[in-house]
């Protein structure tokens, strides 16, 4: 085990079950903000192109796919660093950084996370067990706490 929490067992898991969802990322990158503002309709406003709009009136738009697209390429960015733990904080820093100037915190991100994981689930089924979800628990407390330590500078 090393920096990022992960034995080699959970990080096979997680490029394994990573793997499944890479080749649809832009799908599933705008299907997991669907659900995250479904649920979280106030996350809305941190976009300016979303605020005081529904969700029905963004699903499908170049936006929702491109913020989406861009968050599935930084998760696929962290799954491709977890055998180099200094690579995958600066990405997380990265991360942080440019949402800590929209005011986008570490409850959002615990938020995001738990629909995150929930949606994999979803999407896996079978192939998303106890030890892969437990394993990307790890990988998403890492990067929470890289969040944690990166906006209180």
Not at 52 to 59: C, P, Q, T
Request: hydrophobic content about 40%; overall charge negative.
């Amino acid at each position: 085990m090393d920096a990022t929490g992960l034995n080699e067992e959970q990080k096979e898991l997680i490029r394994a079950s990573w793997s499944l969802v890479r080749p649809g990322m832009r799908k599933h990158g705008h299907d997991l903000f669907v659900r995250i503002f479904e649920q979280n309709p106030e996350y809305m406003n941190v976009f300016d192109d979303f605020r005081n709009k529904s969700v029905a009136e963004i699903i499908g738009t170049s936006k929702l796919r491109g913020h989406g697209s861009v968050v599935m390429y930084n998760l696929a960015s962290m799954v491709d660093a977890i055998d180099d733990p200094d690579c995958l904080e600066e990405i997380i820093v990265k991360v942080a950084t440019r949402h800590r100037e929209r005011k986008v915190g570490e409850s959002h991100f615990k938020n995001v996370n738990i629909i995150l994981l929930a949606y994999l689930q979803d999407q896996l089924k079978e192939q998303f067990d106890e030890n892969t979800k437990a394993a990307w628990q790890i990988l998403l407390d890492t990067f929470l706490d890289g969040i944690r330590r990166a906006q209180s500078n």
